[in-house]
């Protein structure tokens, strides 16, 4: 029953995700706000609705393994799995601007964030406050540079005349799904991992991130498939910028965690992969074809995260 709970969690958030990508996305046209300030703030943290949902309820259930390990496993399976597949379909252009501001943000977070669990195993509210004050510089610096370059994200095939009911019944839909997967996802995933005798913390960084980045894996597949340019590797970057300044900072804030010895192994070998993964992007851009993340690329990307859930299960 509890295969039929987790894949019913995944099910629902995936469902949810969209729902709310398309409530908020016809909302912020009803608001006219410029493309680039929706395709980077508003989709963005709607992308990151389903970690969000996921690491309060186990943050408030007391599994801090799941609540951290769904962040940290989502942000290496938005780099390693969905953009090394996306990458494997049709290689991927990476614009010159994106190390000058995306990727030092994501570094950024990501330090910071292995700094804070450093320090004493655990995030506190004042450290989720910080998170969430850091994130919202990053979207001052964003909107300002939006505004200079108002057409870098595409998102004409949206339907800019969408009816308000569509959008309220999409927000509550959205949310309802996001709720009920969330509760089905956590029991499901716990009563696996009690059942295996596996850490929650394992659990998370591999069954539950991947099912959290799911939204994200269909629309690069999808867009990759189409040869469109609707999912760029900026957008999955301010993915993981969101996943640790919105989602571990809001958690923080309502339900403050601390690691339990079961799941240190977040600290001692996971956090390291999500920083290397991260760091990789640099000194790739410029191997081969520069400024290409190429099909021989992705083959590293996705070979690399096999590598990651084999030693992650092989630990045991």
Known sequence: MSYVFLISGLLLLVIGGEFLVRSSVGLSLKLN??????????????????????????????????????????????????????????????????????????????????????????????????????????????????????????????????????????LVLGGIALWQGSELLVTGAVEIASNLGIPESIIAVSMVAIGTSVPELAASIIAAVKQEKAISLGNLIGSNIFNIGSVLGITAIIQPFSIDIESMGLLNNDIYWMLAISFSILPLAYIARKFEITRFKGALYVISYAIFLYLAFNTL
């Open 33 to 170: 706000l410029s493309k680039m300030i929706i395709g980077l703030t508003v989709v963005s943290f709607a992308t990151s609705a389903p970690e969000l949902i996921v690491s309060i309820q186990s943050a408030m259930d007391g599994f801090s393994g799941l609540a951290l390990g769904n962040v940290i496993g989502s942000n290496i399976a938005n780099i390693a799995l969905v953009l090394g597949v996306t990458a494997l379909i049709a290689p991927m252009m990476i614009e010159r601007d994106f190390f000058k501001f995306n990727w030092p943000w994501m570094m950024l977070f990501s330090v910071v964030l292995y700094g804070m669990l450093h320090l004493g195993n655990d995030l506190n509210r004042w450290e989720g406050i910080a998170l969430v004050a850091l994130i919202i510089v990053f979207l001052v610096l964003l909107i300002r540079r939006a505004r200079k370059n108002p057409e870098a994200v595409d998102l004409d095939e949206v339907d800019q005349d969408v009816a308000w009911w569509k959008i309220i019944l999409f």
